[in-house]
């Protein structure tokens, strides 16, 4: 533990602008960082780029035990998969009176061939008019290496740092972030005493700061109905036996009534109530008819395009999406036009609101489509399987933790942030609710809304990123603030 003077314990806040200074004097050796870490090619979706995601591991373990952190990798294999990458775990701490706050960071990145622009090498940093290009710089690598460079500038300057700090970092977020669930698993008591967790990760919204208390969950479902062990052709034996496809749109029909509105009724009954808070946010919260039809390319939206009802229903309503039905057997005629496939597979996922569980949502739908099955007194096999499962989360805006980091804001940008409730699904903040019960967790985005993340021209503005190591001061600073309020 370091021997802090009172004036440390208290004043952080008074260090900010020197510290700011610091920064804007260091911006080539921060982005020099940043052109490091770009130039890994930690692809997590390709196995012949293992040995660069652990690279990439190391490369961030090195940064973190050069500004005092003690770092440990736990295996993020489990049984059913042991080719996945381990996941970085790393303790700063600082003074046992500070809160302490853990960062979440990843640093894989899709395959080059399904982002890689034709003018820009994907791991090669390339500048342009005030912005910064590379593979996955914007989705992770940039927000994780403002943390580093924050924690830097603080070394450089001799100020203390003004929290305990743990970082968790995985390379398996184009993964659904499987490898991060199973070390969690491992590394419980690693979270015993951690206050607040923060996630740089997102975007903003309308290229405005913002904070984000909630994401829907997830169900991915497969069903699959057979029937026999070949296909067979329509007009020699159509009528002798029911139809695997008819009976897999049947039962993905039955889930859903006319208004697309979830059929189970304990599913429904565990939707949590709509409150006049939750109007309000909606009310407020950024979104505009006319962008959200070019977005999906639709002439016309549900709820009378009334923004605010379509808010509700896109972030805090539940929904249900027929993502695709495949045939999988064998032809019986090379142009298909005259065949009973005998293997069908359908999938489809619905999001999830608070009140509700992926594991009992899983449930309510098997015991449904069971009674859906027996009423149809069908002869031929189904089997349904929860492909993918993540639980909701929502945290309280109005908490000390997010007045923390909305000050962080405000002293940074000069503007208030939005509060955002998301209709997307984030497997890595599911999986920090889930494992960290007690923990306060908040999503404070540090790329901007037009970033291209996951696209041929993902980047970054110089702006953006120098004021997310600023960003990371000036929360630590107001997360310190709240032991003496």
């Known amino acids: 533990m370091l021997n802090l003077e009172d004036d440390d314990r208290i004043a952080p806040k008074t260090k900010i602008p020197e510290l700011f200074n610091l920064i804007d004097k260091n911006k080539k050796a921060l982005l020099d960082d940043l052109r490091d870490a770009v130039s890994i090619p930690s692809v997590s979706t390709d196995p012949t780029h293992f040995s660069d995601v652990l690279k990439m591991l190391n490369f961030c373990a090195e940064k973190l035990e050069v500004l005092g952190a003690s770092v440990d990798v736990i295996d993020g294999n489990n049984e059913a998969n042991s080719n996945l990458p381990p996941v970085l775990f790393a303790d700063l701490f600082v003074d046992e009176e500070y809160k302490t706050i853990c960062v979440y960071g990843n640093i894989d990145t899709l395959s080059p061939a399904l982002t890689q622009s034709d003018k820009r090498p994907p791991f090669e940093l390339t500048e342009e008019l005030g912005r910064l290009y590379g593979c996955g710089i914007s989705d992770n690598k940039a927000p994780l290496l403002c943390w580093f460079n924050a924690l830097k500038i603080y070394k450089m300057s001799k100020n203390v740092i003004p929290v305990n700090m743990k970082f968790v970092i995985e390379a398996t977020s184009e993964l659904y972030s499987q490898s991060l669930f199973n070390a969690m698993q491992k590394k419980r008591e690693f979270f015993n005493n951690v206050e607040y967790i923060c996630l740089t990760i997102d975007k903003m919204v309308n290229e405005m700061p913002c904070l984000k208390y909630g994401y829907r969950g997830l169900c991915h479902f497969a069903l699959k109905v057979s029937c026999g062990n070949k296909r067979v052709h329509s007009g020699t034996y159509g009528g002798a036996f029911n139809q695997p496809l008819m009976d897999a749109v049947n039962v993905i029909g039955s889930l859903v009534d006319k208004q697309g509105k979830v059929a189970i009724s304990e599913f429904i009954k565990d939707v949590k109530s709509i409150t006049e808070v939750d ?36 972030t805090r309503l539940p929904s249900f999406t027929v993502n695709a039905f495949h045939i999988i057997s064998a032809a019986a005629d090379k142009d298909d036009c005259a065949s009973i496939p005998n293997k069908i597979k359908a999938r489809f996922s619905v999001r999830l609101v608070p009140n509700q569980t992926a594991d009992r949502t899983f449930q309510q739908f098997k015991r449904y489509i069971d009674e859906i099955w027996h009423h149809y007194k069908s002869a031929n096999d189904y089997d349904l399987k929860m492909t993918l499962g993540f639980d909701p989360w929502q945290e309280d805006p109005s908490s000390e933790h997010y007045d923390a980091a909305a000050r962080a804001i405000k002293t940074v940008y000069k503007v208030c942030p939005s509060y955002i409730s998301e209709g997307s699904t984030m497997p890595a903040v599911s999986i920090f609710n889930t494992m960290c019960p007690s923990s306060n967790i908040i999503v404070m985005p540090i790329s901007g809304h037009k970033d291209g993340h996951h696209t041929k021209d993902e980047s970054i503005s110089i702006l953006n990123y120098i004021q997310g190591v600023k960003l990371s001061i000036a929360y630590m600073c107001e997360i310190h603030e709240i032991n003496y309020k």
């Open 279 to 314: 109007y309000d946010h909606c009310k407020k919260e950024p979104f505009c008819v006319e962008t959200l039809k070019k977005e999906t390319g639709v002439m016309y939206l549900e709820h009378k395009e009334i923004p605010s009802r379509i808010m509700m229903h896109k």
